[in-house]
């Protein structure tokens, strides 16, 4: 997902000079934080497996990409809302043929939705851009999208377009699964909760979560379902974690890991 930044030249620079869109890893900002749009849909702040960072995500469609790609043990960094230099942007396009957005003497600059960078010999770099199916209708986009395209080309990067039909059925089912527990803020007392369920569940490796959650709930006298809310919650921020790959209705306990025990999450929430 992209939305129309403009800026000056002189404005480019200083953001470039504050660090955004540089770094690796846990050191990396972001040229978008979610905070500075207004997004269409629900935007994302979570924890990443992959590189101990929050990222930011700025609708489900990213949510569900990144999560497919935060797994993978090939890959060794995840850039969200990565931006490529002005002056690239500007070439590619006049030698395409096609008008680089501008309003005034502000320009747009260009983000690709994730920058993969692979743990090989080669050092491979892929850049992936997201896209609902319906935006593709739009003449424009598809000319943004050329522009990066060929951005990406001319640096010697893989460049690829995903929309939804590329997000295989069962890591949608389980995202879906995983939100369908979410609260817009995870409390304290929550918080708590969660370390008491996963102090339990990890020593019981060979247990289907749902019975886990299950007992707990009858042990503490909370109500049936409860633990397995909590769960999804805390899955939904990345306290706990498991292969998205995987069945949701299959997990067992030693499936799961615990990514963060800190209290605080960095402010992860769901925006809508």
């Not at 403009?6 to 953001?15: D, P, S, Y």
């Not at 700025?58 to 990565?82: A, V």
């Not at 609260?183 to 929550?190: H, K, R, W």
Request: net charge neutral.
């Amino acid at each position: 997902m992209s939305q129309q930044f403009w800026f000056t030249k002189e404005e480019i620079k200083k953001r470039q000079e504050s660090g955004r869109g540089t770094g690796r890893k846990q050191g990396y900002k972001p040229w978008i934080y979610i905070q500075e749009i207004s997004s269409k849909g629900t935007s994302y702040r979570v924890l990443s497996h992959r590189t101990g960072r929050v990222v930011h995500l700025l609708s489900k469609l990213e949510f569900l990409t990144f999560s497919l790609f935060d797994w993978d043990e090939s890959i060794c960094d995840i850039r969200e809302q990565y931006p490529i230099d002005i002056e690239t942007t500007l070439e590619v396009a006049e030698k395409a043929g096609i008008k680089h957005p501008k309003k005034g003497n502000k320009y747009h600059v260009f983000t690709t939705d994730i920058l993969l960078d692979y743990d090989n010999i080669q050092s491979k770099q892929k850049a992936i851009q997201v896209k609902y199916i319906k935006d593709l209708m739009d003449k424009n986009t598809i000319q943004k999208l050329e522009i990066e395209r060929r951005s990406f080309l001319a640096k010697d990067i893989e460049w690829q377009l995903m929309t939804e039909l590329d997000i295989p059925h069962t890591q949608q089912v389980n995202i879906e699964w995983i939100l369908g527990g979410k609260d817009l803020e995870i409390s304290d007392e929550i918080h708590e909760r969660v370390f008491d369920l996963w102090d339990e569940i990890e020593h019981l490796p060979n247990i289907k979560l749902t019975k886990a959650c299950s007992d707990f709930d009858k042990r503490h006298g909370l109500m049936p379902g409860e633990s397995l809310k909590v769960a999804r919650n805390s899955f939904s921020y990345r306290i706990l974690a498991f292969d998205i790959k995987k069945p949701y209705t299959t997990l067992q306990c030693k499936d799961i890991q615990c990514i963060s025990r800190q209290i605080n999450t960095g402010g992860l929430y769901a925006v809508g």
